[in-house]
């Protein structure tokens, strides 16, 4: 398996130097590199540097090219992903499976009297968060969804604490090996979460510190 992995690592290298070199400067492609370690904190041993590199150097060759065409909307970063391939993207972070026998509602919801607006932007409504190498999604879709109810119903700004779920909702959720935002939300109802300045992210599974919190919303629907 290590033969494999170096020789698959060594293939990718090779096979992306040779095409960052008709186009980009190899030192230009190590600058960012080293800037990327540096800013996101990455460490790796000789063998996985080699393959992180390769797979960063691709990342920053797409990247370049996405830039250069100037015909989309939005341009690409490099960012705490770069090192790695779609497929690891995938199997870290889009993971999410319904629970066993849930089914969509088919009830319509409907408010009266309701104007939608034509778009809204909800990066100046709440924060956004990262959940960086832990499988928490299900935890910040819950809270950010609580988050958001505060602010839509009552104007209360919160910022709530994903650490107290990761720690304590063990009922069918696991914690940075992922779980189901609608449990984490009845968690929420039932026993409360504090804010996250008392509870701070950790990114990792730990001892609770504390099994219940103050702000509680009052249940949830599917829809």
Request: proline share 4%; glycine share 6%; charged share 20%.
């Amino acid at each position: 398996m290590q033969k494999t992995f170096l020789v698959s690592g060594l293939t990718l290298l090779l096979s992306t130097i040779g095409y960052i070199q008709n186009q980009q400067p190899v030192d230009t492609v190590q600058r960012a590199f080293q800037s990327f370690k540096i800013r996101y904190m990455k460490t790796y041993n000789k063998a996985e540097e080699a393959f992180r590199r390769a797979i960063f150097e691709q990342n920053f060759a797409k990247i370049l090219a996405h830039n250069t065409e100037r015909k989309f909307t939005y341009l690409a970063i490099i960012n705490q992903f770069s090192d790695l391939t779609q497929d690891e993207f995938v199997a870290i972070y889009l993971t999410y499976t319904p629970p066993e026998g849930w089914q969509p509602s088919d009830e319509d919801v409907v408010q009266e009297g309701v104007k939608p607006n034509d778009s809204v932007d909800w990066r100046s409504q709440v924060h956004v968060k990262n959940q960086a190498s832990c499988g928490s999604c299900w935890a910040f879709s819950a809270v950010g969804a609580v988050e958001a109810f505060f602010k839509i119903v009552k104007g209360e700004d919160y910022s709530l604490s994903e650490q107290q779920l990761i720690d304590f909702d063990k009922a069918k959720n696991r914690g940075c090996n992922g779980g189901y935002p609608d449990l984490a939300i009845k968690y929420i109802a039932t026993n409360g979460v504090d804010p996250e300045n008392y509870y701070p992210y950790m990114a990792i599974d730990q001892a609770c510190a504390d099994e219940t919190g103050s702000i509680k919303n009052s249940g949830v629907q599917s829809i």
